[in-house]
């Protein structure tokens, strides 16, 4: 059995985009450790006066075919593959294979490449083959390599880095993971783009409302897996898609996370230590919402929970897993469905037909981070305060603009949302909030746009709201800093705008 514990020699390097490369090369460089690279990666290597090793120097063959061929080699490949015993170990001894212990790659852009151009021979081109035979090798051999897939891993060579090149294994398992998902995306772009970018597309049974016919293009059992009598309409998809970009901020957190939605909106979210009390913060959020809507979970669902959601007329319940015995409980109604989320990969492009043509824009998937904020006022936000904040701005994200939330120990109690103006939006959420019985003061406030009059830091100072957070970015930004001063108000800027129409 190799040991748990591996120390990193020597790594391969090829990338494509180079942004990010200089320091990690020195530091990789400072430790000793051998770095082999080829084609781009070498050149750009060599120009930072670093010492690197070509592989056409190991495999005493040249780069081939216009760079097609550079990495794909048994003298290669070997070194990456081989398993640190006395059998494998002799053979790269006899054929003067060095090993590698770690590979380093960042694929050609096919995606963006088919976005950019209508160039058949120019997309193919950029069918990446070594740097994904590259990655699937390390990956497969994890217990004795570490493969860095993708430019935005960086982050754990570092850590590795200052672990003086010590990984273990379980973190080797966790990049290994990452790398077949990226391999197994890539292809299945290259296999839609080949296929034409078509998809099957399926009848539903209408659209927003009975007398408009609609469709479904894809196949959603890629990651979802849907169970029960109940066929999945529309507007029920729209919902779905909704909760499982809301839950993909939250899915990480230690705490049991419960989100309701109803017509593309949170009507109510709690973290708590078990999903059952989250379950019914959340429906406290606004329980007459609630009725008929969709609900989604962090974690597998228990019976304890179980129990109480089947209380509920809802129409989707989306969890990552279920407990022994509840699908056969919850499913004794016909028009429900239970859905589990088999991949947390949602689709990085939105698309939207308007004016004789379709909007295309990247998905808005960053969550935002305590680290992305700074506090612009005098008083100090305190640590629970913080963790209010940043639940309630990565919940406002995911409202309807204009849009503010409201959150008060882990738990949304007031939202106004699809407003017109801003200081509307935040009347709407201070009056739910008290509507449903909850008192706002001391909440925290979160807008999804900057303000642009300080008309809407008076309604929390009226409602004796402590901490706001919104992105800044007005011309008229400090007339609502003085005002959040002025009022003792915390009011950190987020720096990211989250318009969503």
């Known amino acids: 059995m190799p040991e748990l514990q591996k120390r990193v020699h020597s790594v391969l390097i090829s990338v494509y985009d180079k942004t990010g490369l200089d320091e990690l090369v020195r530091l990789l460089t400072e430790m000793g450790i051998v770095i082999y690279s080829t084609g781009g990666t070498q050149s750009y290597i060599e120009g930072l006066g670093l010492p690197c090793v070509a592989v056409e120097q190991v495999t005493s063959y040249p780069s ?3 760079g097609r061929v550079k990495t794909l080699h048994p003298k290669i490949f070997g070194g990456i593959l081989a398993m640190r015993n006395d059998d494998h170990l002799s053979q790269l001894a006899h054929f003067e294979i060095p090993m590698i212990d770690m590979v380093v790659v960042d694929l050609y852009p096919f995606e963006e490449t088919t976005k950019t151009t209508d160039d058949h021979d120019a997309i193919i081109e950029k069918i990446d083959i070594g740097g994904i035979s590259l990655i699937r090798a390390a990956a497969k051999n994890y217990r004795d390599v570490v493969v860095i897939p993708s430019k935005e891993y960086y982050k754990d060579l570092h850590q590795i880095v200052a672990s003086q090149g010590l990984s273990n294994i379980s973190h080797r398992k966790k990049l290994a993971a990452a790398a077949f998902q990226i391999s197994s995306k890539y292809d299945k772009l290259i296999y839609q783009y080949l296929n034409g970018g078509t998809n099957q597309m399926s009848e539903l049974r209408y659209g927003e409302n009975p007398h408009q016919k609609a469709w479904f293009k894809g196949d959603i059992n890629e990651v979802l897996e849907v169970k029960g009598q109940k066929e999945l309409s529309y507007n029920n998809l729209l919902d779905i898609d909704a909760a499982l970009h809301m839950m993909n901020d939250f899915k990480e957190e230690h705490s049991a996370c419960v989100a309701i939605f109803k017509h593309n909106n949170s009507c109510g979210l709690a973290l ?9 913060a959340a429906l406290a959020g606004d329980p007459q919402s609630a009725f008929g809507g969709v609900i989604i979970c962090n974690r597998e669902v228990d019976k304890e929970t ?3 959601i ?12 279920f407990e022994e015995g509840v699908e056969s ?3 004794n109604r016909k028009n429900r469905a239970l859905v589990k989320i088999k991949s947390w990969d949602l689709a990085p492009l939105i698309k939207k037909s308007a004016v004789n043509g379709v909007l295309i824009q990247e998905d808005n998937l960053k969550k935002q981070k305590k680290e992305d904020s700074r506090l612009v006022t005098s008083r100090a936000i305190t640590d629970a305060e913080w963790e209010d904040l940043i639940i309630a701005v990565n919940c406002v994200k995911h409202l309807k603009s ?6 008060k120990d882990k738990q949304l109690i007031g939202m106004g949302c699809g407003q017109t103006s801003r200081v509307d939006a935040c009347k709407q959420a201070i009056e739910k909030a008290v509507r449903m019985g909850f008192d706002p003061a001391g909440s925290c406030m979160a807008s999804e746009a900057f303000f642009p009059f300080p008309d809407c830091v008076e309604l929390a100072h009226a409602a004796k709201i402590k901490v706001i957070a919104q992105p800044g970015g007005s011309i008229q930004d400090q007339k609502s800093i003085d005002a959040a001063e002025l009022y003792g108000i915390s009011m950190a800027m987020t720096g990211i705008r ?4």
């Open 402 to 407: 204009n849009a503010i939330a409201l959150v």
């Open 310 to 321: 089947d209380k509920l007329f809802y129409e989707v319940l989306i969890a990552p897993g």
């Open 306 to 308: 179980a129990h109480e």
């Open 498 to 501: 989250n318009f969503k129409h």
């Open 329 to 331: 409980m919850l499913l």
């Open 64 to 66: 081939i075919l216009g």
């Open 272 to 280: 708590r230590d078990s999903l059952s009390e989250a379950w019914k």
